[in-house]
């Protein structure tokens, strides 16, 4: 009897289960906040990155229902055929205002915009250093590359220079990295990066997809730094703290009409539907004009890490320098028993394990939206269900 091609599938899903690495979707009812209905109960929302609270604006929605009017649901092709769309021009300039960059390019994902880029910009003949705990975007957009892609430890300079000896037998060398590594919440050294970058005659490419509006008065980690004045290639998204959906890549004229030309996830991709378009565009404008939104989600970032520190000093945090705060656990079994057991007491914190990490956790989100009583749940939560967290091991990737 010949066997089935797909009898591995169950197999693998079995294998899966028993590491505790099995995972669903939760529906959500209703618009996202800082608190969000799922199974007709009300929970404080801990697992979002609309870090500012811009998803749920009517500022937005109304902006997005106007350009559907306008030019319908869907974009109906590429940007180079049927899909361009004045609204799309409007946004790169937009994003590259606020990048202070020459210019900008619209993708229709930040996950495309890593993969397109990357690819267009290396090849065979190139070298491609990456941080060990980068996301699943760029260490994609580095193997589709086909460069020589060699992981260096994380955030450590020492090690990027062990790698660079290797510079001159490649064509061309890419140093890629997350400026917030989103499931830790640290920054990369970016200044230092910089300088390496440019003593070895290398590119960078720095994700800002958890830094845009939240660092840098809304620019990022590059502002953040001082380097905006400094040559490098930026990646993000429009779906944090912008509130949309979408990728951008910002940089030098040259480099994005290369990129219109050679990135394939953006020459063979449908275009940013209008809605989407509109809505990052007011996205741009309402925190260029609202920097209290910003302000107003640091004074919750410093709110929260006082009350863990006055409450619970014995959990174990990873160090932050930003709204993503991780709470370590021994394994991915009580990790998932801790999100469990904080959404039955009103705190949607799912359990983030590996793959996704090496190092099973709770990850904790703030909004601008949250409040002080939202935070005061969560530390009384921790605090009742009684928490163990394992030493802190810095790093990750999602």
Same mark, same amino acid.
């Given at each position: 009897?010949?066997?089935?091609?797909?009898?591995?599938?169950?197999?693998?899903?079995? &294998?899966?289960?028993?590491?505790?690495?099995?995972?669903?979707?939760?529906?959500?009812?209703?618009?996202?906040?800082?608190?969000?209905?799922?199974?007709?109960?009300?929970?404080?929302? %801990?697992?979002?990155?609309?870090?500012?609270?811009?998803?749920?604006?009517?500022?937005?929605?109304?902006?997005?229902?106007?350009?559907?009017?306008?030019?319908?649901?869907?974009?109906?092709?590429?940007?180079?055929?049927?899909?361009?769309?004045?609204?799309?021009?409007?946004?790169?300039?937009?994003?590259?205002?606020?990048?202070? &960059?020459?210019?900008?390019?619209?993708?229709?994902?930040?996950?495309?915009?890593?993969?397109?880029?990357?690819?267009?910009?290396?090849?065979?003949?190139?070298?491609?250093?990456?941080?060990?705990?980068?996301?699943?975007?760029?260490?994609?957009?580095?193997?589709?590359?086909?460069?020589?892609? *060699?992981?260096?430890?994380?955030?450590?300079?020492?090690?990027?220079?062990?790698?660079?000896?290797?510079?001159?037998?490649?064509?061309?060398?890419?140093?890629?990295?997350?400026?917030?590594?989103?499931?830790?919440?640290?920054?990369?050294?970016?200044?230092?990066?910089?300088?390496?970058?440019?003593?070895?005659?290398?590119?960078?490419?720095?994700?800002?997809?958890?830094?845009?509006?939240?660092?840098?008065?809304?620019?990022?980690?590059?502002?953040?730094?001082?380097?905006?004045?400094?040559?490098? *290639?930026?990646?993000?998204?429009?779906?944090?703290?912008?509130?949309?959906?979408?990728?951008?890549?910002?940089?030098?004229?040259?480099?994005?009409? %290369?990129?219109?030309?050679?990135?394939?996830?953006?020459?063979?991709?449908?275009?940013?539907?209008?809605?989407?378009?509109?809505?990052?565009?007011?996205? *741009?404008?309402?925190?260029?004009?609202?920097?209290?939104?910003?302000?107003?989600?640091?004074?919750?970032?410093?709110?929260?890490?006082?009350?863990?520190?006055?409450?619970?000093?014995?959990?174990?945090?990873?160090?932050?320098?930003?709204?993503?705060?991780?709470?370590?656990?021994?394994?991915?079994?009580?990790?998932?028993?801790?999100?469990?057991?904080?959404?039955?007491?009103?705190? %949607?914190?799912?359990?983030?394990?590996?793959?996704?990490?090496?190092?099973?956790?709770?990850?904790?989100?703030?909004?601008?939206?949250?409040?002080?009583?939202?935070?005061?749940?969560?530390?009384?939560?921790?605090?009742?269900?009684? *928490?163990?967290?394992?030493?802190?091991?810095?790093?990750?990737?999602?």
């Amino acid at each position: 009897m010949l066997s089935d091609a797909y009898d591995w599938i169950e197999q693998s899903l079995a &294998t899966i289960h028993k590491a505790d690495w099995y995972r669903s979707v939760q529906t959500i009812q209703g618009r996202s906040g800082a608190t969000v209905e799922i199974d007709g109960r009300s929970l404080v929302n %801990f697992a979002s990155n609309d870090y500012l609270g811009l998803a749920s604006d009517d500022r937005l929605i109304q902006a997005a229902i106007t350009a559907t009017q306008k030019y319908g649901t869907g974009s109906t092709g590429s940007r180079l055929l049927s899909g361009h769309r004045e609204l799309h021009r409007e946004l790169e300039c937009a994003i590259a205002a606020l990048k202070q &960059t020459e210019d900008a390019l619209v993708f229709s994902s930040g996950y495309l915009a890593n993969i397109g880029v990357i690819s267009a910009i290396v090849g065979k003949r190139d070298l491609i250093l990456s941080d060990q705990y980068n996301h699943s975007s760029l260490k994609s957009g580095a193997i589709l590359s086909g460069a020589t892609v *060699i992981e260096y430890s994380h955030c450590d300079l020492a090690s990027i220079q062990t790698h660079l000896q290797q510079r001159d037998r490649y064509r061309r060398c890419l140093i890629i990295t997350d400026s917030v590594f989103s499931m830790d919440g640290d920054l990369c050294p970016l200044p230092e990066l910089l300088d390496l970058a440019q003593q070895h005659n290398c590119m960078l490419l720095v994700d800002e997809a958890h830094a845009t509006g939240v660092l840098g008065d809304g620019a990022g980690c590059v502002k953040h730094f001082g380097c905006i004045q400094r040559q490098l *290639i930026q990646v993000g998204t429009l779906s944090k703290a912008l509130g949309s959906l979408g990728g951008y890549v910002a940089g030098g004229k040259t480099l994005i009409d %290369f990129l219109r030309n050679r990135a394939p996830s953006w020459i063979y991709t449908t275009a940013l539907s209008p809605a989407n378009t509109a809505a990052a565009l007011a996205a *741009i404008r309402i925190i260029q004009q609202e920097p209290e939104r910003r302000q107003q989600l640091w004074r919750n970032i410093d709110e929260l890490k006082l009350l863990l520190h006055q409450q619970l000093p014995h959990l174990k945090l990873l160090p932050s320098e930003s709204a993503i705060l991780c709470l370590l656990l021994p394994s991915p079994a009580s990790a998932l028993t801790a999100a469990h057991r904080l959404q039955d007491a009103g705190i %949607f914190a799912p359990a983030i394990r590996p793959p996704t990490v090496p190092t099973s956790r709770i990850r904790i989100s703030l909004m601008a939206t949250h409040t002080f009583s939202h935070m005061k749940q969560l530390v009384d939560v921790l605090s009742a269900i009684n *928490i163990v967290s394992s030493k802190p091991a810095r790093g990750d990737q999602q």
